[in-house]
């Protein structure tokens, strides 16, 4: 029997997603849900965006001088 996932779960597997495969059974209960919930689509678009920019703004945040005059790059 199907149970519907709860938005806490599908927050859940959005983010697990972007360091692991789901497995078959999650992307489907995943895209079930996120064709039925407005928030958790919203939800997915800014983890997407966060992902996205994410490494660029760490490579910036690394180019910032510290207060000694030299990047924080290690």
């Known amino acids: 029997m199907f ?3 709860m ?4 927050t859940r597997l959005m983010s697990k997603r972007l360091d692991a495969p789901l497995s ?4 489907l209960s995943l895209k079930l849900h996120l064709a039925m919930c407005d928030a958790c689509t919203e939800c ?3 983890f ?3 992902h996205e ?3 660029r703004f760490e490579m ?3 180019e ?3 207060e000694g005059g030299s990047s924080r790059q290690e």
């Open 7 to 10: 938005c806490k779960e599908a």
């Open 44 to 46: 997915n678009k800014q």
């Open 48 to 50: 997407a965006l966060l």
């Open 64 to 66: 910032i001088p510290d």
């Open 24 to 27: 078959f059974q999650e992307k």
């Open 53 to 55: 920019v994410g490494p």
């Open 60 to 62: 910036l945040v690394s």
């Open 3 to 5: 149970k519907m996932m």
